[in-house]
């Protein structure tokens, strides 16, 4: 956390103070005036305390919900732009970069690993199956899984 950060909380636990005290003492105000009771500075000690307190604590938890707000908006705005994506081989080309040089394109795999928490396992689909290897007979082999075995999940 930088000064900046620092002082930002700190702002904003005193306004958040300040707010929460004078809520509740005008609350309080507004009783002692409905029931006829004298208004005195002694009578505002535990609403301004109370107050504050309470108002401190709940501008915080806000300013927490609206940072993490402002990080999960750029997070999905990251995730739902327009992605160009090669047509054959499926490489993704990085933003703003050349798309007539290879370096600008990345495997999809690498591509979304870096921009969440994503991780991949490899498999292979039927169709690359019959594509790669031919038709294997799968009903008299033991090994369900095709030429490869299976190792679980990870």
Same mark, same amino acid.
């Given at each position: %956390?930088?000064?900046?950060?620092?002082?930002?909380?700190?702002?904003?636990?005193?306004?958040?103070?300040?707010?929460?005290?004078?809520?509740?003492?005008?609350?309080?105000?507004?009783?002692?005036?409905?029931?006829?009771? #004298?208004?005195?500075? $002694?009578? !505002? *000690?535990?609403?301004?305390?109370?107050?504050?307190?309470?108002?401190?604590?709940?501008?915080?938890?806000? !300013?927490?919900?609206?940072?993490?707000?402002?990080?999960?908006?750029?997070?999905?705005?990251?995730?739902?732009?327009? *992605?160009?994506?090669?047509?054959?081989? $499926?490489?993704?080309?990085?933003?703003?970069?050349?798309?007539?040089? %290879?370096?600008?394109?990345?495997?999809?795999?690498? !591509?979304?690993? $870096?921009?969440?928490?994503?991780?991949?396992?490899?498999?292979?689909?039927?169709?690359? %199956?019959?594509?790669? !290897?031919?038709?294997?007979?799968?009903?008299?082999?033991?090994?369900?899984?095709?030429?490869? #075995?299976?190792?679980? #999940?990870?």
């Amino acid at each position: %956390m930088d000064n900046h950060d620092s002082a930002n909380n700190l702002l904003i636990l005193l306004a958040s103070f300040v707010a929460g005290a004078a809520f509740l003492c005008l609350l309080s105000t507004i009783q002692k005036i409905t029931i006829g009771a #004298p208004l005195c500075a $002694k009578g !505002y *000690i535990v609403p301004l305390a109370f107050g504050g307190i309470s108002g401190a604590i709940i501008g915080r938890q806000f !300013y927490k919900v609206v940072q993490l707000n402002a990080r999960l908006t750029d997070h999905v705005t990251k995730l739902e732009r327009i *992605i160009p994506i090669c047509s054959n081989c $499926k490489r993704i080309r990085k933003p703003d970069s050349d798309p007539t040089k %290879m370096a600008s394109w990345e495997q999809l795999e690498f !591509y979304l690993s $870096k921009r969440t928490s994503s991780r991949f396992s490899h498999g292979i689909c039927p169709d690359c %199956m019959k594509e790669l !290897y031919g038709d294997v007979d799968d009903e008299n082999d033991e090994n369900v899984d095709g030429p490869f #075995p299976s190792i679980g #999940p990870l």
